[in-house]
């Protein structure tokens, strides 16, 4: 069973810095585009970065420049660092992968992350 674990949420002030990492556990063969997604209080998800097996990276506009998304494919593994951190970046982070796993390519969400950005 294919889980992917989010860390590095948590309480930051405007103009602060977080890294957020999410690690894939479980049998997985291959991961084609993995990234996050994120969800405020009354909004819809939206997404916020993302990136491919061949390193194309995809930025919400409200975080280009601000944010940056890599990934280490030997440890299944994807980071989001977000800094310069906005009020507006409030929100639950989801971690998004397109995994092969055993049984065929399917879609995983991650639990969730806080990330809380303060005035």
């Known amino acids: 069973q294919v889980q992917l674990v989010e860390s590095g949420g948590g309480l930051v002030q405007t103009g602060g810095s977080l890294r957020l990492s999410c690690a894939a556990s479980g049998v997985v063969l291959r991961i084609n585009m993995i990234g996050w997604y994120r969800q405020a209080p009354g909004k819809q998800r939206e997404s916020v970065a993302t990136i491919t097996d061949k390193n194309n990276t995809n930025y919400g506009d409200s975080v280009k420049g601000r944010f940056t998304i890599r990934r280490d494919n030997a440890k299944n593994t994807v980071y989001l660092q977000m800094n310069d951190l906005k009020a507006d970046d409030t929100a639950v982070y989801y971690c998004?992968?397109?995994?092969?796993?055993?049984?065929?390519?399917?879609?995983?969400w991650g639990q969730g992350t806080q990330v809380t950005v303060s005035t």
């Open positions: 998004f992968g397109q995994i092969l796993p055993m049984a065929g390519w399917s879609d995983f």
